[in-house]
């Protein structure tokens, strides 16, 4: 029943959410804190997720090359040592824009790269590395210079006091290397009058080209460095190998593939020789004949020894070599000697 004077009055949706102007502001607060947070949220969410990418891409990809500021950007330049060393231990100082002095023993370390140029990743090349340096000799001795790359030793020569080129080969990749050099036989006084030291200049690494004569000429100046080569033969039943003549030395056999050298020294030694200057040569398939000033000797090839031979136990100098069907003929003073391959004994002059 209608009650007359009386109105009844339903709130609209407009007079329900009218509120007070301090409660509008902190609701308009609440919403803005609210977005602002779940912004916040999907940003660091997406940061997140590329922090884990590049996470992944770097460990898919390994560690970066140590000391990539000091990487020398390719061969066949010469570069300031100072410049590019990474001095490891011992009291090492650059005491000019292009030297480094080692004052005390210890090692630096060179980092360069070697561009593929075309060639396979793992494709092996002959480098020449050129160390420029000079030394502080102390009590009649010169300073000594050791370089490795990968803990396999490069080489190992005394300096002298005065600048010189101090030349190395080896093989090496395309791609990053580190060339660590060691100062070897430090010497110091505490008066500091008698103090050895190495002092370095610059550094250069170039590829050799392929003349294997010239590869092994570089060396064996460099393991040889007082010898001198008389001559030089190709083995055709070992290829990639050399016969060297060495003047007062016997000979070496070349191993020019892997740049190593085998001497007989101490095969003379056992014979209580000292080994005697090569004269001639001759190779067959299963010896190495060398004639020398003091006698025949044999290599052999399948035993690895060394024999040496000489008509009536004398000692004599051959002056050629060459075969006769199974008959080897020694020249000695302009006449022939024969020997008999087969039966290893001389036939003439015993």
Same mark, same amino acid.
């Given at each position: 029943?209608? @009650?007359?004077?009386?109105?009844?009055?339903?709130?609209?949706?407009?007079?329900?959410?009218?509120?007070?102007?301090?409660?509008?502001?902190?609701?308009?607060?609440?919403?803005?804190?609210?977005?602002?947070?779940?912004? %916040?949220?999907?940003?660091?969410?997406?940061?997140?997720?590329?922090?884990?990418?590049?996470?992944?891409?770097?460990? %898919?990809?390994?560690?970066?090359?140590?000391?990539?500021?000091?990487?020398?950007?390719?061969?066949?330049?010469?570069?300031?040592?100072?410049?590019?060393?990474?001095?490891?231990?011992?009291?090492?100082?650059?005491?000019?824009?292009?030297?480094?002095?080692?004052?005390?023993?210890?090692?630096?370390?060179?980092?360069?790269?070697?561009?593929?140029?075309?060639?396979?990743?793992?494709?092996?090349?002959?480098?020449? &590395?050129?160390?420029?340096?000079?030394?502080?000799?102390?009590?009649?001795?010169?300073?000594?210079?050791?370089?490795?790359?990968?803990? %396999?030793?490069?080489?190992?020569?005394?300096?002298?006091?005065?600048?010189?080129?101090?030349?190395?080969?080896?093989?090496?990749?395309?791609?990053?290397?580190?060339?660590?050099?060691?100062?070897?036989?430090?010497?110091?006084?505490?008066?500091?009058?008698?103090?050895?030291?190495?002092?370095?200049?610059?550094?250069?690494?170039?590829?050799?080209?392929?003349?294997?004569?010239?590869?092994? @000429? @570089? %060396?064996?100046?460099?393991?040889?460095?007082?010898?001198? &080569?008389?001559?030089?033969?190709?083995?055709?039943?070992?290829?990639?190998?050399?016969?060297?003549?060495?003047?007062?030395?016997?000979?070496?056999?070349?191993?020019?593939?892997?740049?190593?050298?085998?001497?007989?020294?101490?095969?003379? @030694?056992?014979?209580?020789?000292?080994?005697?200057?090569?004269?001639?040569?001759?190779?067959?398939?299963?010896?190495?004949?060398?004639?020398?000033?003091?006698?025949?000797?044999?290599?052999?090839?399948?035993?690895?020894?060394?024999?040496?031979?000489?008509?009536?136990?004398?000692?004599?100098?051959?002056?050629?070599?060459?075969?006769?069907?199974?008959?080897?003929?020694?020249?000695?003073?302009?006449?022939? &000697?024969?020997?008999?391959?087969?039966?290893?004994?001389?036939?003439?002059?015993?």
């Amino acid at each position: 029943m209608k @009650r007359s004077g009386t109105i009844r009055h339903r709130p609209s949706v407009t007079d329900r959410i009218a509120l007070p102007p301090s409660r509008a502001r902190l609701r308009h607060t609440f919403w803005f804190l609210h977005f602002a947070c779940c912004h %916040a949220l999907e940003l660091a969410g997406r940061l997140a997720c590329a922090l884990s990418l590049l996470v992944l891409a770097f460990l %898919a990809t390994g560690l970066p090359e140590a000391h990539a500021q000091r990487v020398i950007p390719g061969p066949d330049r010469a570069y300031p040592i100072a410049e590019y060393a990474d001095p490891m231990e011992g009291l090492v100082t650059g005491e000019s824009i292009r030297q480094f002095d080692f004052l005390g023993g210890g090692w630096i370390d060179l980092h360069f790269r070697l561009p593929e140029a075309g060639a396979k990743p793992d494709a092996e090349s002959t480098y020449e &590395i050129v160390i420029r340096a000079r030394g502080d000799p102390a009590l009649g001795e010169d300073p000594e210079m050791e370089l490795r790359i990968a803990d %396999a030793r490069i080489g190992i020569t005394k300096v002298a006091p005065s600048w010189q080129d101090y030349r190395f080969l080896c093989r090496l990749r395309p791609g990053t290397h580190t060339l660590r050099i060691f100062f070897t036989n430090d010497y110091y006084q505490d008066d500091g009058e008698i103090d050895r030291n190495l002092r370095l200049d610059t550094f250069l690494i170039r590829k050799v080209a392929g003349d294997e004569d010239e590869i092994l @000429r @570089r %060396a064996f100046t460099q393991k040889y460095p007082q010898r001198k &080569i008389l001559w030089i033969k190709l083995d055709p039943w070992l290829p990639g190998r050399r016969w060297v003549g060495v003047e007062d030395g016997f000979v070496v056999l070349f191993n020019v593939p892997e740049r190593t050298f085998v001497d007989f020294y101490e095969c003379f @030694r056992l014979l209580k020789q000292t080994p005697p200057s090569p004269t001639a040569v001759l190779l067959t398939d299963a010896s190495v004949w060398v004639g020398t000033r003091a006698g025949l000797f044999e290599y052999d090839r399948k035993t690895a020894s060394l024999e040496a031979y000489a008509p009536g136990g004398k000692r004599f100098s051959v002056e050629a070599l060459s075969q006769e069907g199974d008959k080897l003929l020694v020249d000695v003073k302009g006449k022939p &000697i024969r020997f008999d391959l087969r039966k290893r004994r001389w036939l003439d002059g015993g």
